[in-house]
């Protein structure tokens, strides 16, 4: 069992940064690949970033590549995703998900390979 905390989220102008956290209860957080999901109003839940077991291999969306960072602390239970260059577009409640992970470095992008979920937090970027 593992239970997510989202932190982090606000209101930031175009172009403004934020960085979110994620702090995970249990003993094994290291076996668990963990991942960055949003979703906005009126719209489905979407795929933002995954980071492995080990935090050696990410992958991102595209509309987020180069803009946004996954990471995580593994001795601190932690993950995070730090936001550059925030557009209006990237409004929308965040969720942090974790997934148990057989492979140290292997991510997923498909909401239905994640198990546990946090309650999420509002980003919102005015233009």
């Known amino acids: 069992q593992v239970q997510l905390v989202e932190l982090g989220g606000g209101l930031v102008q175009a172009g403004g940064s934020l960085r979110l956290s994620c702090a995970a209860s249990?003993?094994?957080?290291?076996?668990?690949?963990m991942g960055w999901f949003r979703q906005a109003q009126g719209k489905e839940r979407e795929f933002v970033a995954a980071i492995s077991r080990s935090g050696d291999s990410a992958r991102y969306v595209d509309s987020v590549r180069g803009r946004f960072t996954i990471s995580r602390d593994n001795e601190k239970n932690m993950v995070y995703l730090t936001m550059n260059n925030l557009e209006p577009e990237d409004t929308a409640v965040y969720y942090c998900a974790a997934t148990w992970s057989l492979y140290s470095s292997i991510t997923y992008d498909r909401s239905s390979d994640y198990r546990y979920w946090g309650q999420g937090t509002q980003v919102t970027v005015s233009s």
């Open positions: 249990g003993r094994t957080f290291s076996s668990y690949c």
